[in-house]
């Protein structure tokens, strides 16, 4: 079928999209949204008001795919009036056609790795297929682009510049429901970045599940280089990047944002454990000692640089002093933040099997009391910023309190008040006094 005919088929269907998860899986969204709009399709806020209903799920955690289903049961009642739906992320890739079984009303299921083929697979259900899939798995090697992603902010968007995952952690269900690593060029990417910048975009945050593995496919940038080439584009004020992992994370990244003054003073760096020997256990494939010669890295660079983490409480078979271990080093590295979740076994992944699995009463105590200090370093961190004028990137108000909201560069939220008539715009950069500090805010006046 043609693209002008598929045009007109889906002429005046609307589509409703929710998402769940991550980064990545919010800027999928925007990317099947924009394929959807090209398509012809209209969005709608209100699930009833649409013909297309999708569901953009995630499953790094919990029972999410008994979340998955139980949501997909709401859709039985709507099913009657004639909508259709799909199921795409991380659960449909997991899950696949056991999806159809479960919920015979669900018309297409598609992995991350399939969107690209979205644009065919719409057709097949304008012309009424049932079981439509795009289940690649690891096959992929191509990645998803289109010029048509419709962000949902106009002053800072996200650019993928790798996906999937070759890591497998032991824990980790992301190798199997995003498929192979495979990077953009940076040619492309740096179009992208262009584009956004032109159109009056000035932060960028370039994603991967692990961007430190980025591999240039026409060999001209490094990750460190083409992190620096997005900052020196002219207009772009601030550029992010999420996720580091240790193993692959190298000291010209941090030479590149003590050399390029955009590129933001904040790294995350997910370390799961601070014990080695958990660490094997994960198959992480670095030590304590390695991943804090990073941090020494981090430590070092010409600006104070904020970190922070991600932790796992309870991995099976982590005892009192590995967890010990963990606690010891967030006050090692001090840490911005962190965000530390409760082991949680996964489908199809090596630690499912694995003995000595730790009762869910002992994880949350875990969880509990490491969160108990990181709340104390972080006043403590806080605390150094008052009184000092720091740069914010207005993100919004709150009317209630009076406060404009705003973000620095190390990622800390500062809510402001000003003495202008007019409140500053989302997306304006200002120049704010800090007066006080919480464990995890700021407050501060404008700088008239
Ligand atoms: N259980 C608990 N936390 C997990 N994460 C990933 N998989 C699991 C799991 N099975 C956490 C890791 C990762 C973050 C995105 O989610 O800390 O860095
Ligand atoms: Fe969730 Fe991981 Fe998939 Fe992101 S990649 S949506 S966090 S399972």
């Not at 297929?129 to 096959?139: H, K, M, P, V």
């Not at 955009?262 to 904040?266: G, K």
């Not at 309870?314 to 005892?319: H, I, K, S, V």
């Given at each position: 079928m043609s693209q002008e005919k598929t045009a007109v088929s889906a002429a005046n269907r609307t589509f409703y999209i929710e998402t769940f998860g991550c980064q990545m899986n919010v800027h999928d969204s925007e990317k099947v949204i924009g394929t959807l709009e090209q398509q012809g399709y209209t969005r709608v806020e209100d699930e009833e008001a649409a013909d297309l209903i999708l569901y953009n799920t995630c499953s790094i955690r919990d029972k999410a795919e008994q979340k998955v289903f139980h949501r997909l049961n709401d859709y039985k009642k709507l099913h009657a009036q004639g909508k259709r739906f799909a199921v795409l992320g991380c659960v449909a890739q997991q899950e696949g056609e056991k999806i159809f079984e479960r919920a015979p009303y669900v018309s297409l299921v598609s992995g991350s790795a399939s969107y690209r083929k979205l644009p065919e697979m719409l057709v097949q259900l304008e012309q009424g297929?049932?079981?439509?899939?795009?289940?690649?798995?690891?096959?992929t090697e191509e990645t998803f682009e289109t010029e048509f992603t419709a962000r949902s902010n106009r002053h800072r968007g996200y650019i993928t510049i790798i996906e999937g995952?070759?890591?497998?952690?032991?824990?980790?269900v992301v190798p199997y429901t995003r498929g192979k690593e495979r990077s953009r060029t940076s040619t492309s990417v740096l179009a992208e970045a262009q584009r956004m910048a032109d159109a009056g975009y000035t932060e960028i945050q370039l994603l991967g599940q692990n961007v430190n593995s980025y591999r240039d496919a026409e060999g001209r940038k490094s990750f460190a280089e083409l992190l620096a080439a997005v900052g020196e584009?002219?207009?772009?004020q601030r550029v992010r990047f999420t996720t580091s992992h240790p193993r692959d994370f190298t000291r010209d990244i941090v030479e590149a944002i003590d050399a390029v003054p955009?590129?933001?003073?904040?790294v995350h760096l997910p370390v799961q454990s601070g014990s080695s020997r958990v660490l094997h256990l994960m198959q992480r494939e670095y030590t304590r000692e390695q991943y804090l010669e990073h941090i020494s890295w981090i430590k070092a660079a010409k600006r104070p640089i904020s970190m922070t983490t991600d932790m796992i409480m309870?991995?099976?078979?982590?005892?009192p002093k590995d967890f010990e271990d963990t606690v010891t080093l967030a006050a090692e590295v001090q840490y911005d933040g962190i965000f530390a979740f409760k082991y949680s076994p996964r489908p199809?992944?090596?630690?499912?099997?694995?003995?000595d699995s730790i009762p869910e009463e002992e994880k949350s105590m875990r969880l509990q009391i490491l969160l108990d200090r990181q709340r104390e370093i972080q006043r403590i961190n806080y605390a150094r910023h008052v009184g000092q004028t720091l740069e914010v990137m207005v993100e919004g108000h709150n009317s209630a309190r009076g406060q404009v909201i705003g973000r620095t560069s190390q990622n800390k939220t500062l809510n402001f008040t000003t003495r202008q008539p007019i409140l500053p715009a989302p997306g304006s950069y200002l120049k704010v006094l800090v007066t006080k500090s919480l464990p995890n805010s700021l407050v501060g006046e404008a700088i008239d």
């Open positions: 297929a049932s079981r439509i899939t795009g289940l690649d798995d690891r096959q995952c070759d890591k497998f952690c032991a824990y980790c584009i002219s207009g772009i955009s590129l933001c003073d904040h309870g991995f099976p078979g982590e005892t199809n992944t090596p630690a499912i099997t694995m003995a």
